[in-house]
């Protein structure tokens, strides 16, 4: 219900199609057209593109926007169109920092094409995630890129975004069931590829500190590590496999386990750089050197592994490309929303520093089975 002022007192009348934002946006528009000297259809096929205008109109159109600083609403926009400018994006961790850069591959690529991102964080907490994406609804994003949390399962939420025009890709870690857009690393071989670096430099009693076996991505690692412990011939005793939340403290507190194990593991394959970096603080505290007494490899390749002593061997993936390549499908799919899903599947690269070296002698003839 608005209300006007008139010369017989106030009068209400009830407009049920046009909201208070889009009768800002409006009155905003009749002010650029009076400035331009055109029509109000003209400023508004300016601004959005919907139909050619003459390069002269166009022109004064935009020196007008431009003299006056207009910024139009892009959440009435959206209400009139059934989609914004915007891209959501939900992450499980913020404080982790494999995902800021995640988050910067996408918003780069998105802004270089118009788009702005709205980013909103989970603390790996499914109830959040569902508030969140409820939430985002009203803003009537064109895509959602989204990393699940531990316990997702996103797909009634993601039917409703879609069956609503916007584009959904999940990446990194996938939920059960997904059918739709996926971004994802090769874990598998990025793993095979550290546990067998570990078993050429002369390790055989390997533990690994996998994540949480409900995340894909933590699963396909501890897929890798046992194949390439497979494919050596070595056996994976009791307790060389622990399950740690992907942090400093899960490592920090499933070394302390391994180092009780005897014999002592000689190596550790970390399912993530934060755990591998718990791991070291537990092997210092035990009073063993790393890599002299106990050799230590991580994934992600995080530059701060890089800038602790030793320097951290790790596999390497790229958080930026894995954000920037969700962004490009979903601006594809605002072109063409039709076509079969796609997955993109990216590489890793092992980066040797300093954290491995050959087992200690009195480790080194350990038998195989």
Known sequence: MYYARGRGGTEAFFCPSVSVCELSIMANMKQIAKLAGVSLGTVSHVLNGTARVREPLRKRVLE??????????????????????????IIP????????????????????????????????????????LQSLRSYFP?????????????????????????????IDRLPPNW?????????????????????????????????????????????????????????ILPGLVQEASFDHAGGYTKTKMLLRLLPRPTAIFASNDMIAMGALRAIREAGLRCPEDISLIGFDGLDLTEMITPQLTSVYQSPYQLGATAARIVLDRVVDRESSPRHVVLGTELRIRESVARPPACAANRPSR
């Open 142 to 170: 064109a895509g959602l890129i989204v990393i699940s949390s531990n316990f997702s399962d996103l797909t009634a939420q993601a039917k409703s975004y879609r069956e609503n025009g916007a584009a959904v890709v999940c």
């Open 93 to 132: 961790d913020i404080m982790n920092p494999f995902f800021p850069s995640v988050v910067r591959g996408a918003e780069d690529l998105a802004f270089a094409n118009g788009y702005r991102m709205i980013l909103c964080n989970t603390d790996n907490d499914h109830a959040k995630e569902i508030v969140q």
């Open 179 to 235: 059918d739709g857009d996926t971004v994802t690393i090769d874990n598998v071989d990025g793993a095979r590829k550290a546990t067998r670096f570990l078993i050429e430099q002369g390790h055989k009693a390997i533990a690994m500190i996998a994540g949480p076996q409900l995340l894909t991505n933590a699963q396909d690692r501890l897929e890798g590590y046992r194949r390439a412990m497979q494919e050596a011939g070595l056996l």
């Open 64 to 89: 007008v926007v431009q003299a006056s600083g207009y910024q139009p609403s892009q959440l009435a926009r959206g209400l009139r169109r059934d989609k914004t400018n915007m891209i959501a994006m």
